[in-house]
């Protein structure tokens, strides 16, 4: 087997509440030392030292919300074009959403999807499955047969269960199988034809805007069944210091709630928008400053619980269109762990809880591998220039789909080598 030792590494591991100066050795797909203690230890016979000085290793990135193309959307992002793009951010775990054609809501299409990052990805693809069949926010799918298949999470992905009754039964049922709920909330009458934040800048551009409560009022709802029903609540993605003080309230009650927020409502504000860019597009939009710098607020103190990318490819059918007639996402596999830097580079943010939020707490989360260099551990692991700049363009981006809201952007940090079961899988 192989053996790989990183030498004089700072190694940032969350789990052991680690961040020092020391050596990573990684034995075949084990990790089998970390830290300062391994750093005068030597070297195994037929090792392969790389010189980490002035790097860092962190545990590999596990991005908790990726949506792709396929089954159905091939043209958008397989699988295996997902993969790549995670290998070349940091990210060696992603959790797949069932918004595909047809539908993840099945024994069948949780299988197929197995079988195809087994045969395709270069990293590990974990699939969640629709909480409802089709995504139609009636009829419940099979939790305890999907689970037993190997769904880690329900969700009903970009959708909004707007029946109580149904969002009651998913948490008990969840709750029975040990499994996650994780909800994407906004409520349709109230977000109507609404295409970004509503506000001053979109009167200014003559759009109709999404107000907050859109968001709220869903989570509201949803943090009282979690209450009533202990069952494990995610709240996928919320944008605004108003639904942070919910999930604060709730938690303070006792509920079994956490939360997540996308990169974007971390790094941009509706003023991003600009002219109509479509690719600014998003879902939850962008909103207004103070919203943002909650949001960091809330993911510094644990409010919410983790960060993801919110990989959301779109070709150019549905992106270069009018902004109001253009399709909701963007991509952000590849621009996940640079983008969320700027918050340690700006001190809002130690680099300790930054990696935690981006792998070690969505890995807990999810009940999934990873998140840790723990002796004993799967080596998935990135080795990363915290301070290397580099500029986003389009023709760097390995996902299918170029719809990059950081197309440009000048970023600092950059993924060196990311590694999953001591396999190499990107090298820069």
């Given at each position: 087997?192989?053996?790989?030792?990183?030498?004089r590494?700072?190694?940032?591991?969350?789990?052991?509440?680690?961040?020092?100066?020391?050596?990573?050795?990684?034995?075949?797909?084990?990790?089998?030392?970390?830290?300062?203690?391994?750093?005068?230890?030597g070297?195994?016979?037929?090792?392969?030292?790389i010189?980490?000085?002035?790097?860092?290793?962190?545990?590999?990135?596990?991005?908790?919300?990726?949506?792709?193309?396929?089954?159905?959307?091939?043209?958008?992002?397989?699988?295996?074009?997902?993969?790549?793009?995670?290998?070349?951010?940091?990210?060696?775990?992603?959790?797949?959403?069932?918004?595909?054609?047809?539908?993840?809501?099945?024994?069948?299409?949780?299988?197929?999807?197995l079988?195809?990052?087994?045969?395709?990805?270069s990293?590990?693809?974990?699939?969640?499955?629709?909480?409802?069949?089709?995504?139609?926010?009636?009829?419940?799918?099979?939790?305890?047969?999907?689970?037993?298949?190997?769904?880690?999470?329900?969700?009903?992905?970009?959708?909004?269960?707007?029946?109580?009754?149904?969002?009651?039964?998913a948490?008990?049922?969840?709750?029975?199988?040990?499994?996650?709920?994780?909800?994407?909330?906004?409520?349709?009458?109230l977000?109507?034809?609404?295409v970004?934040?509503?506000?001053?800048?979109?009167?200014?551009?003559?759009?109709?805007?999404?107000?907050?409560?859109a968001?709220?009022?869903?989570?509201?709802?949803?943090?009282?069944?979690?209450?009533?029903?202990?069952?494990?609540?995610?709240?996928?993605?919320?944008?605004?210091a108003?639904?942070?003080?919910?999930?604060a309230?709730a938690?303070?009650?006792?509920?079994r709630?956490?939360?997540?927020?996308?990169?974007?409502?971390?790094?941009?504000?509706?003023?991003?928008?600009?002219?109509?860019?479509?690719?600014?597009?998003l879902?939850?939009?962008?909103?207004?400053?103070?919203?943002?710098?909650a949001?960091?607020?809330?993911?510094?103190?644990?409010?919410?619980?983790?960060?993801?990318?919110?990989?959301?490819?779109?070709?150019?059918?549905?992106?270069?269109?009018?902004?109001?007639?253009?399709?909701?996402?963007?991509?952000?596999?590849?621009?996940?762990?640079?983008?969320?830097?700027?918050?340690?580079?700006?001190?809002?943010?130690?680099l300790?809880?930054?990696?935690?939020?981006?792998?070690?707490?969505?890995?807990?989360?999810?009940?999934?591998p990873g998140?840790?260099?723990?002796?004993?551990?799967?080596?998935?692991?990135?080795?990363?220039?915290?301070?290397?700049?580099?500029?986003?363009?389009?023709?760097?981006?390995?996902?299918?789909?170029?719809?990059?809201?950081?197309?440009?952007?000048?970023?600092?940090?950059?993924?060196?080598?990311?590694?999953?079961?001591?396999?190499?899988?990107?090298?820069?």
């Amino acid at each position: 087997m192989s053996k790989t030792v990183f030498q004089r590494a700072r190694i940032i591991d969350p789990s052991r509440g680690m961040d020092e100066i020391g050596t990573v050795i990684v034995h075949g797909k084990t990790i089998v030392a970390a830290g300062a203690e391994a750093l005068n230890q030597g070297t195994p016979d037929g090792a392969t030292v790389i010189d980490c000085t002035g790097k860092a290793i962190i545990p590999g990135l596990v991005d908790a919300r990726v949506f792709i193309g396929e089954p159905g959307g091939e043209h958008r992002e397989t699988i295996h074009s997902a993969s790549q793009a995670a290998a070349a951010g940091g990210v060696t775990s992603l959790v797949m959403m069932p918004d595909t054609d047809p539908t993840i809501d099945t024994v069948a299409l949780v299988e197929f999807v197995l079988r195809t990052a087994r045969d395709t990805a270069s990293v590990n693809v974990f699939p969640a499955a629709a909480v409802t069949k089709g995504l139609h926010g009636r009829e419940m799918t099979e939790f305890g047969l999907l689970r037993e298949a190997g769904a880690v999470a329900f969700t009903d992905g970009r959708h909004t269960i707007a029946n109580a009754l149904v969002m009651r039964r998913a948490l008990t049922y969840a709750r029975d199988f040990g499994a996650v709920i994780a909800h994407e909330t906004q409520d349709a009458d109230l977000a109507s034809a609404g295409v970004m934040n509503e506000g001053l800048y979109a009167s200014w551009l003559g759009l109709s805007g999404i107000p907050r409560e859109a968001e709220l009022i869903p989570l509201e709802r949803d943090l009282a069944l979690a209450r009533l029903t202990r069952g494990n609540y995610h709240a996928a993605k919320i944008s605004t210091a108003m639904s942070a003080a919910a999930i604060a309230r709730a938690k303070a009650d006792g509920a079994r709630v956490t939360a997540g927020v996308a990169i974007h409502n971390l790094a941009l504000n509706e003023n991003d928008v600009g002219q109509y860019r479509t690719f600014f597009r998003l879902a939850p939009p962008l909103r207004n400053e103070e919203d943002r710098s909650a949001m960091i607020e809330a993911l510094k103190d644990g409010t919410i619980d983790i960060a993801v990318s919110s990989h959301d490819p779109q070709d150019v059918d549905t992106k270069r269109l009018p902004f109001a007639d253009a399709a909701a996402g963007a991509v952000g596999l590849e621009t996940l762990l640079s983008v969320a830097l700027r918050l340690y580079h700006n001190e809002d943010m130690s680099l300790l809880r930054l990696v935690e939020v981006l792998s070690t707490a969505p890995a807990r989360l999810f009940g999934l591998p990873g998140g840790t260099l723990k002796p004993g551990a799967s080596a998935d692991l990135a080795l990363v220039d915290l301070d290397e700049p580099w500029i986003v363009s389009e023709a760097g981006i390995r996902s299918r789909s170029k719809n990059t809201c950081f197309e440009g952007a000048r970023l600092q940090g950059k993924v060196l080598q990311t590694l999953v079961a001591g396999r190499t899988v990107f090298t820069n």
